[in-house]
């Protein structure tokens, strides 16, 4: 038990560092501004997902199971070869 606490005690340790704002790296720039917008977005403004890229659940999910309705494109295969 004693071995096992030890590694578990450094894994933790070494996750839980200081965090700082984004920068770009040494030597790169943020990218240039989207046509149109005056200011250039920042490292965070550019990170954050749109409703696009991450779009909410808009189905509820079935809570037990239902017969399915006839669905026009469920054919058998065809025999062509």
Do not use: H, N, W
């Amino acid at each position: 038990m004693r071995r096992l606490l030890l590694p578990l005690l450094i894994l933790g340790l070494a996750g839980c560092g200081a965090t700082a704002p984004l920068k770009p790296a040494v030597g790169k720039t943020l990218p240039v501004a989207p046509y149109g917008v005056e200011m250039k977005p920042g490292a965070v403004a550019l990170l954050k997902s749109t409703p696009q890229a991450a779009p909410e659940r808009s189905v509820e999910l079935r809570k037990r199971s239902e017969e399915r309705l006839q669905d026009p494109f469920d054919l058998p295969p065809s025999d062509d070869k």
